[in-house]
């Protein structure tokens, strides 16, 4: 792949590949897996539990940790200045500094993101003086502003809390305020509603929403919640076993899913509208990722699977526009 992005192109990655050598066998997390995200945009990365989502993203900027290696791919990456790198290629240090910085994280569960020993404003201090030059002193009032910005009340009193002093929405709203301290280039949040109810997820989601279009952020949303996809995603990425089964702009992906995997997601959202007996279901259970053979990982459970399915890989099918399968089904030979 040539390493200059588009013009408008912040992060591409091709081929990327994780594996996990455990006493079990070798667990194929990722394959081949690839993404595009582009200047405030919001492209949202969708699959049930256990189809290497977070893996796939944490490979992007080197987070797999022993027994997990990443075994191929590229991930450039346009940096402020304009610079393209490859972020699987730069040294631990230089990597570093992009972490926290023009990359930011947001992780599922935010009272194993916090430390308890550190009030709020610590974790947003800390933060701001490891990457820009300011005195902790100016980066305590900047983390008084970023915790109004995430709406949290009374954010003078707040910065003092430690994180058990805090609700379940407002220790998220501490993780956002803390990834978004040095302004990104890219906000990669991990199922950012998870454990919280609904009330308070519709909050996360539109504070979100209103700091992507505030700071000029492109957001990658990790999710298995077909809702908060359709509500806050520009394209999409359909994951399976461990490989991208279907992309496309979010409203060709709810009106015309060409995998069958995709298909079935969608049928398993119940509707408001139509009077229904029963929720429907995806047959059958998750691949297992150790030792897989060739052929497509959604065979096993595909009702149009055939011979060819579960022998060779599926091909990747360009259907026009930014839509794309990988299914036999659509191969033309």
């Given amino acids: 792949m040539s390493t200059g992005l588009g013009e408008k192109q912040v992060l591409a990655a091709r081929g990327v590949t994780v594996r996990f050598y455990t006493y079990a066998g070798v667990v194929h997390a990722v394959t081949d897996a690839y993404l595009d995200v582009f200047e405030g945009e919001s492209v949202a990365l969708v699959g049930e539990t256990g189809c290497g989502k977070s893996v796939f993203t944490r490979a992007l900027t080197g987070l797999i940790e022993p027994p997990g290696r990443v075994e191929g791919g590229e991930v450039y990456f346009r940096r402020r200045d304009g610079r393209v790198v490859d972020l699987l290629r730069l040294p631990a240090e230089e990597l570093r500094g992009i972490r926290g910085d023009e990359i930011s994280y947001v992780f599922q569960d935010p009272s194993s993101a916090l430390d308890p020993l550190y009030t709020a404003g610590d974790h947003i201090v800390e933060t701001i003086v490891e990457h820009r030059d300011a005195s902790r002193r100016e980066a305590w009032k900047e983390a008084v502003r970023l915790l109004r910005d995430v709406m949290i009340p009374s954010p003078e009193a707040r910065v003092k809390n430690y994180p058990h002093e805090l609700s379940g929405g407002m220790r998220q709203r501490v993780v956002i305020a803390t990834a978004i301290a040095n302004k990104p280039r ?48 520009d394209r999409v990425y359909v994951m399976y076993g461990g490989r991208i089964a279907e992309t496309a702009d979010v409203y060709e992906l709810f009106e015309s899913p060409q995998h069958p995997y995709t298909q079935l997601l969608l049928r398993c959202v119940p509707n408001p509208l139509k009077k229904f007996e029963r929720l429907e279901s995806i047959p059958g259970t998750v691949p297992n990722l150790i030792d897989m053979g060739l052929g497509c990982p959604f065979a096993p459970r595909c009702p149009y699977a055939m011979d060819v399915c579960h022998r060779e890989n599926p091909p990747r099918v360009e259907l026009g526009g930014n839509h794309v399968v990988h299914c036999w089904l659509h191969w033309k030979r």
Avoid: C, F, W
Avoid at 188 to 217: C, S
């Fill in 186 to 233: 890219l906000l990669i949040a991990d199922e950012p509603t998870t454990n919280l109810d609904v009330t308070v997820q519709a909050q996360i989601l539109d504070l979100l929403k209103e700091l992507r279009e505030k700071y000029g952020m492109s957001l990658l949303l990790i999710t298995h919640n077909l809702g908060i996809v359709a509500e806050t995603a």
